[in-house]
C-alpha cells in the first residue's frame, strides 16, 4: 500500500498506522491468531530456530516487536541471551510488558519505545535482527534494511517474517476470501469494532511482494547468503541475509 492512502506524507502515513495499532493494542494477539488461522506462533518459532549468534549466549533484537509475542518464541529456545524489543507504539510495548511477566520471562529482555529507522542503539550491537509482521506496514523498506545492517555485528543476521498472497496457489480464492472479506467483517462485530483495522492489515498482505522480491531487495541492501522459506500454503515468508564479515 502506497503511504497517500494514509495521507500525502510519510509523517501523516506513519501517524496513521502508529494510531491504529494503538487502538488495537489489547486484542492484536487475538485477532492474529485469526487472521493467520492459528499458525503465527510456528512461524514465530521457525524464525527463533534461524537466529545466528556470533558469541554466547546471544543479543538479539526484535524491532517492531508489538505484543511481543516474537521475544517470547526467542526465548524459548534461546533461554539465556539477551533480548531486546522496540516498538512505536507505547501501548503495545505496554502488552509486551505485561505478556513477558505472565511468562516469568521479563529478565533479559529490555523493551525500547522508538523509531525502526533510527533506533537508539550503537552500532555493530546485537547478533541477529529481526522483523516479524512489520515490514508490510513500513513505507521505507530500504531504509529499515540499512538500520537493520548497521546495527548487526559483522557476519549476523537480518531476518523478515511476513505474510502475502500468492495468486498462484490453488488455494488462493479462499486466501482472499478470508483476508478481505471475512478478516475484516468478523473483527469488525466481535472484536471492539476493529473491522477498519483489519481490512487495512488483509490489503497489506494481499499487496506485499512476493518473497523472490524481498531477497532481490536484501540482496541490493548488501547482505549475503540470502534464503528463504515459505508456510503454510505459500501464506508466509521467512526470508534471511548475513551481514558481511568485512562489515560492508
Not at 554466547?56 to 533480548?83: I, K, N
Not at 511477566?101 to 529507522?117: F, K, N, P, Q, T
Not at 477498519?196 to 531487495?217: C, Q, T, W
Amino acid at each position: 500500500m502506497e503511504p497517500s492512502a494514509y495521507g500525502n506524507s510519510l509523517r501523516q502515513y506513519s501517524g496513521s498506522i502508529q494510531n491504529m495499532f494503538n487502538s488495537v493494542s489489547e486484542r492484536y494477539d487475538l485477532l492474529s491468531r485469526f487472521l493467520s488461522l492459528g499458525r503465527d506462533g510456528f512461524w514465530r518459532k521457525a524464525l527463533a530456530r534461524r537466529l545466528t549468534a556470533m558469541d554466547y549466549p546471544g543479543r538479539f533484537l526484535d524491532l517492531a516487536t508489538g505484543s511481543g509475542a516474537q521475544l517470547v518464541a526467542f526465548r524459548s529456545l534461546w533461554p539465556y541471551a539477551e533480548l531486546v524489543g522496540l516498538d512505536f507504539s507505547q501501548p503495545m510495548l505496554n502488552v509486551a510488558r505485561e505478556k513477558l511477566a505472565r511468562s516469568g520471562i521479563s529478565e533479559g529482555v529490555r523493551l525500547v519505545h522508538g523509531d525502526v529507522y533510527s533506533s537508539p542503539f550503537a552500532p555493530e550491537t546485537f547478533d541477529s535482527v529481526s522483523i516479524s509482521f512489520g515490514l508490510r506496514n513500513l513505507p521505507d523498506r530500504k531504509s529499515l534494511y540499512r538500520e537493520a545492517k548497521s546495527l548487526l555485528k559483522p557476519g549476523g543476521r537480518f531476518l523478515v517474517l511476513e505474510l502475502y498472497f500468492d495468486s498462484r496457489n490453488l488455494l488462493a480464492p479462499f486466501h482472499r476470501f478470508h483476508l478481505a472479506t471475512l478478516s475484516p467483517w468478523i473483527a469488525g462485530r466481535f472484536f471492539y469494532n476493529h473491522g477498519k483495522a483489519y481490512d487495512y492489515l488483509g490489503r497489506s498482505i494481499m499487496d506485499f511482494p512476493h518473497p523472490a522480491v524481498i531477497m532481490d531487495e536484501l540482496e541490493e541492501a548488501g547482505f549475503k547468503g540470502v534464503d528463504h522459506h515459505t508456510y503454510t500454503f505459500q501464506s508466509a515468508m521467512l526470508v534471511w541475509g548475513q551481514k558481511p564479515l568485512n562489515g560492508t
